[in-house]
């Protein structure tokens, strides 16, 4: 079974420019989990999805940051404009939720490597 | 969401079992208690999951005791593959608060 698919793997871009990040969760799953991760602050979530619809967007750094699901089967990160701070490896999780009271296992996809010079 | 404190890295030799605790005082009536697992490179895989009392899978074992303050990851017989930062998470909704992690490093 294929699991949780990010693309790019590497990207590395120019300050100011706008990068987007892509995700394919797991068929089935309805809940989508984006987190950023920096050797300072470790593991973040930045926002997750249920049913694709945002429940909790208050990790989102600032407005340069959004985040979108038009299906349950591909969401995409964009940074605009991007800075140097934002360098980081952001992974894409995906679980299937039971509700309010859920804590289903998040499934990890593998990661983009962003380098924003 | 109930804090979580453990060891920020450990070291073993293959063929080993290792214990990592993890304390969590503050833990809600209705929260469980998650560990995962991160190699360099990869994103966090889960391992086991508990509310009480002691759960295991073919990967590992998660002792919780009775007041559920602590828990403890237990990997027996570790492998060089072992090697990896390990993540005690407690909650009872979607949102995952990651910690540091402990860093266990697995040596010949």
């Known amino acids: 079974d294929a699991g949780v698919i990010q693309s790019p793997r590497h990207e590395v871009t120019e300050m100011g420019q706008e990068v987007t990040l892509r995700c394919k969760p797991i068929?089935?799953?309805?809940?989508l989990f984006w987190y950023r991760q920096t050797m300072m602050r470790g593991l973040e979530l930045l926002i997750y999805?249920?049913?694709?619809?945002?429940?909790?967007d208050s990790g989102m750094p600032e407005d340069r940051f959004s985040a979108k699901m038009p299906n349950a089967s591909f969401s995409t990160l964009k940074i605009q404009p991007s800075e140097p701070r934002d360098s980081a490896v952001y992974f894409c999780?995906?679980?299937?939720?039971?509700?309010?009271?859920?804590?289903?296992?998040?499934?990890f996809g593998d990661g983009t490597r962003l380098s924003i010079l | 969401l109930a804090k979580t404190t453990q060891p920020i890295s450990m070291d073993s030799y293959e063929g080993q079992e290792v214990n990592i605790t993890c304390s969590h005082n503050?833990?809600?009536?209705?929260?469980?208690i998650t560990w995962y697992q991160q190699f360099p490179s990869q994103g966090p895989r889960f391992i086991i999951q508990?509310?009480?009392t002691k759960v295991t899978n073919e990967v590992a074992s998660l002792f919780i005791p009775a007041d559920r303050k602590s828990s403890t990851l237990s990997l027996p017989r570790v492998s060089l593959s072992d090697t990896a930062v390990y993540y005690c998470?407690?909650?009872?909704?979607?949102?995952?608060?990651f910690g540091t992690g402990t860093r266990l490093q697995v040596f010949p």
């Open positions: 999780a995906s679980s299937f939720s039971l509700g309010q009271s859920s804590n289903q296992p998040q499934h």
């Open positions: 068929s089935g799953h309805n809940s």
């Open positions: 999805f249920n049913n694709n619809v945002p429940i909790d």
């Open positions: 503050n833990i809600a009536t209705n929260d469980y």
């Open positions: 508990g509310y009480k």
């Open positions: 998470l407690v909650g009872n909704t979607d949102k995952l608060i």
